[in-house]
């Protein structure tokens, strides 16, 4: 079974603290995404990458970043915490090496900023 | 602009019946559907897919339906069970790219 983990289930953090929010896969994907999730507007994309130390933005990108040094890790960055940017945030991977585009979730990690 | 509408925000169906769980598409170059599944506090799973050369996949108790020419998609539950209380998100990808477009869910009550 594919396994996703984040490292964090809660988080509460201050406004202007750096944050970082990381992800493992222990299944060789090749691609690995960050999104948030709020009421009413969905899975929002934030970043992606296909491979190691590759990114790509996503759908909302702005004051976050990303880093992938290993393909099994793929970290998000908010480089400076604002109470806009309390919500849920998830991982996935997922490889078409099967033929198939089906993402893999982590458990979500809930974060506050106060 | 969406690309993936899920109109129904939330849906009441009494345990049993069928749950009709509605998405829609701009895009006529998405190729490949999902449904996936969501609890509280909890990622979201997938659940059953569809590829655009076929109208039907079913697995167990849901069935997904596509109609290309109304781009139009949707997920049946029969019958519909008490653990069947969730979110629902229909997503889309185009010709195999990575990326996967999704809905903004449809909260499924199942009523005792």
């Known amino acids: 079974d594919v396994k996703v983990t984040q490292s964090s289930r809660y988080l509460v953090k201050r406004t202007g603290e750096k944050v970082f929010l990381e992800c493992v896969q222990d299944?060789?994907?090749?691609?690995m995404f960050w999104y948030r999730q709020d009421p009413g507007l969905g899975l929002r994309l934030i970043y992606f990458?296909?491979?190691?130390?590759?990114?790509e933005k996503g759908d909302i990108p702005e004051g976050y970043s990303v880093s992938r040094e290993k393909k099994e890790r793929f970290s998000l960055i908010l480089e400076s915490a604002s109470t806009n940017q309390t919500s849920m945030y998830l991982c996935?991977?997922?490889?078409?090496?099967?033929?198939?585009?089906?993402?893999?979730f982590g458990p979500g990690t809930r974060l506050t900023v106060l | 602009d969406q690309q993936v509408k899920q109109n129904s925000p939330s849906l009441s169906v009494q345990e049993g019946r069928i749950s009709i769980l509605n998405c829609d598409y701009t895009?006529?170059?998405?190729?490949?559907f999902l449904w996936y599944k969501k609890y509280p506090a909890e990622g979201p799973t997938f659940l059953i897919s569809?590829?655009?050369?076929?109208d039907k996949n079913e697995d167990g108790r849901f069935t997904v339906f596509l109609n290309k020419s109304a781009k139009h998609l949707s997920l049946h539950i029969v019958p519909s069970q008490p653990g069947d209380s969730a979110v629902y998100f229909c997503?889309?990808?185009?010709?195999?790219?990575?990326?996967?477009?999704f809905g903004k869910g449809t909260r499924l009550h199942i009523l005792p």
């Open positions: 569809i590829s655009s050369i076929k």
């Open positions: 996935a991977s997922s490889s078409l090496a099967g033929g198939k585009n089906e993402q893999f």
């Open positions: 895009n006529s170059m998405f190729d490949y």
């Open positions: 997503a889309a990808s185009e010709n195999r790219d990575d990326k996967i477009i």
């Open positions: 990458s296909y491979d190691v130390k590759m990114k």
């Open positions: 299944m060789d994907h090749e691609n």
